[in-house]
């Protein structure tokens, strides 16, 4: 990788991106001390950046991110390669390896998502953001430690073929994909309001599902309806 060559743009890119939204998983709470981590695939190579462990967040710059290749190695001689990447970084890579449509992945500790993946429970859909979002329930993955690929199969068995990015790994608590590493922290951020609002209806009574047929238009109107058409957008930044 020669120096101001397209990938090494594209590095430095993905670096300042995810950088900045780590900051984003303070901002909404979805994260304690040091905990939790964002990872963002590099566009037009096999590799992708994350978080190094232990490091603070309020520390955190784009140089510190770790530069690892699709196998959860880090490359040598990167910016941020004399750090330990994230704990997590086999089970980032293993998702990256195995759904190629993933640009961004992220886990966090959020303390809803967390409560009701330690009972091992979905989270229903049962509110039209849900419907909207994940285009059903928050699927439950399977109990998994931490330290080899085990979770990045969890995550990847869960929810290759379903329509939801979220997933709740058991006994632990969120992660989640996107098309890119934003696309992923959206999820996040989701994915707990999700957690947070549904604990505290069931707490107040019976949940009413949504009907099948209306959450697939929900899901339908959301993901290719909602929001800005590109004619727009192009002529908002005219």
């Known amino acids: ?43 037009g190579a096999d590799l992708f950046v994350i978080k190094p ?7 955190l710059t784009a ?3 770790v530069l690892c290749d699709l196998d959860g ?13 994230s704990s997590d970084t086999a089970a980032h890579a293993y998702v990256y390896r195995e759904m190629p449509e993933v640009g961004g992945v992220v886990h966090t500790h959020s303390p809803y998502a967390v409560a009701w993946a330690a009972r091992g429970e979905p989270i229903p859909c049962v509110i039209t953001g ?13 109990f ?5 690929d085990s979770i990045g199969r969890g995550i990847v068995e869960t929810l290759r073929g379903h329509r939801s990015r979220a997933v709740l790994m058991q006994n632990h608590g969120p992660f989640t994909i996107g098309a890119s590493a934003r696309d992923a922290v959206k999820a996040a951020v989701m994915c707990e309001d999700a957690a947070r609002s ?10 009413i599902p949504i ?15 909602y929001g800005q058409s590109d004619d727009d957008r192009r002529a908002a930044t005219a």
């Open 211 to 225: 009907p099948q047929d209306r959450i697939d238009q929900l899901y339908a109107r959301y993901q290719n309806v």
């Open 198 to 207: 549904v604990h505290l209806a069931r707490a107040a009574g019976p949940l």
């Open 130 to 142: 849900m419907a909207d979002e994940f285009g059903g329930p928050i699927p439950i993955g399977p």
């Open 53 to 59: 462990s232990g490091v603070a967040y309020d520390d």
């Open 73 to 85: 190695a880090v490359v040598p001689g990167s910016a941020g390669s004399e750090r330990s990447p």
């Open 1 to 43: 990788m020669g120096v101001g060559s397209d990938v090494d743009r594209a590095i430095a890119q993905t670096r300042a991106e995810v950088a900045a939204l780590h900051a984003e998983l303070v901002r909404y709470g979805l994260v304690v001390w040091t905990g939790g981590n964002v990872s963002g695939r590099v566009p």
């Open 63 to 65: 140089d510190d991110l």
């Open 144 to 148: 998994a430690v931490i330290g080899d």
